[in-house]
């Protein structure tokens, strides 16, 4: 049962990490697509859209349709914005 908790904050620790790269990526570069994001982190698409997903859910980031690709962007006012 230990291990089974141990892993899941393992694995909570590391999703919280992914996001804030992906958040930290979206403020420094813009818009980029999910693939763009994938190539920078050197992964697939499939693995970053899920997190992108999540983003999306709890309004930190929105898809926007530019032409026949999807964007990814942040929901931030520039007020807000963190420049790095």
Not at 19 to 35: H, P
Not at 41 to 52: D, N
Not at 64 to 69: D, I, P
Request: hydrophobic letters at 40%; glycine letters at 6%.
């Amino acid at each position: 049962m230990l291990e089974e908790e141990e892993e899941e904050e393992e694995e909570d620790w590391l999703t919280a990490a992914r996001l804030e790269v992906l958040e930290y990526l979206l403020r420094r570069y813009g818009n980029l697509r999910a693939k763009d994001l994938a190539q920078i982190l050197g992964c697939r698409p499939a693995t970053i859209q899920p997190l992108l997903k999540r983003l999306e859910g709890c309004g930190k980031a929105r898809c926007l349709k530019v032409g026949r690709s999807q964007v990814w962007a942040l929901n931030e006012h520039l007020s807000e914005m963190i420049y790095y």
